[in-house]
């Protein structure tokens, strides 16, 4: 199963953790997406910075 994660708010002003979060799933400008592997990591990651990205299924991958 794979997801899409969207970045939909601005690293501006917060935490040096949530910026590296965001970096290391590959995001750093609004409305840019990734698509990741569905797994516990990336989940623990989404869940960190969940309130500056979006979660989609990605269906047929």
């Known amino acids: ?20 979060v965001i970096e290391a799933l590959g995001l750093g400008k609004i409305g840019q997406s990734r698509i990741h592997d569905d797994n516990p990591v990336i989940r623990g990651m989404i869940n ?12 047929g991958e």
């Open 1 to 20: 199963m794979k997801i899409k994660v969207t970045q939909i708010r601005s690293t501006i002003k917060r935490t040096v953790a949530h910026k590296k």
């Open 48 to 59: 960190k910075v969940s309130y500056l990205v979006k979660v989609e299924d990605q269906q």
